[in-house]
């Protein structure tokens, strides 16, 4: 479950974000549409962290964050709770599909490597992409890297698992 309250991201005087009301249930698939410019990689990157948002209260499973006073463990305890696929798809270039998707279990949640990258192979497998595995994002194609950037947040919801 996603819930914002009165979230709102300024870049000095623009108002990018206005007191952004949103409730997403678990399970539920919302789809954020709307002209370039907008704001909807803003409002994205500010449930991550990746933007520190202006004012308003983000609740993501079970943890609320007044975004003023937010620590830096809330952060982080937030970012574990989500994902985020760049436009771009922000792959490693020097890694393999299997590395770039095992590469946060082994670095920010520290697990073993075998069992990282059995995960990591699993998901691959999820994505169609079992037979990438030792495939370098420069010789895939758009669609196939954009599935290894989705691959990637798979393995963040992974967490729990260890």
């Given at each position: 479950m996603i819930k914002l309250e009165s979230l709102s991201k300024h870049f000095g005087k623009a108002v990018v974000l206005d007191s952004i009301d949103l409730a997403i249930e678990?399970?539920?698939?919302?789809?954020?549409?709307?002209?370039?410019g907008?704001?909807?990689?803003?409002?994205?990157r500010c449930v991550n962290f990746l933007e520190q948002p202006t004012k308003g209260t983000m609740?993501?499973?079970d943890?609320?964050?007044?975004?003023?006073?937010?620590?830096?463990?809330?952060?982080?305890?937030m970012r574990r709770r989500t994902a985020f696929v760049f436009q771009n798809y922000a792959l490693?270039?020097?890694?393999?599909?299997l590395q770039n998707i095992a590469e946060r279990l082994l670095v920010v949640d520290r697990w073993p490597k075998?069992?990282?990258?059995?995960?990591?192979?699993?998901?691959?497998?999820?994505?169609?992409l079992a037979d990438k595995a030792d495939a370098y994002p420069a010789s895939m194609s758009g669609g196939q890297q954009q599935r290894v950037g989705i691959g990637r947040a798979m393995a963040t919801g992974a967490t729990s698992s260890v």
């Open positions: 678990e399970g539920e698939i919302v789809v954020i549409i709307g002209p370039s907008t704001g909807k990689s803003t409002l994205l609740t993501v499973g943890l609320t964050v007044d975004v003023n006073r937010a620590s830096r463990a809330d952060i982080l305890s490693f270039s020097n890694k393999t599909a075998e069992k990282a990258y059995q995960r990591a192979r699993e998901i691959l497998e999820q994505i169609g």
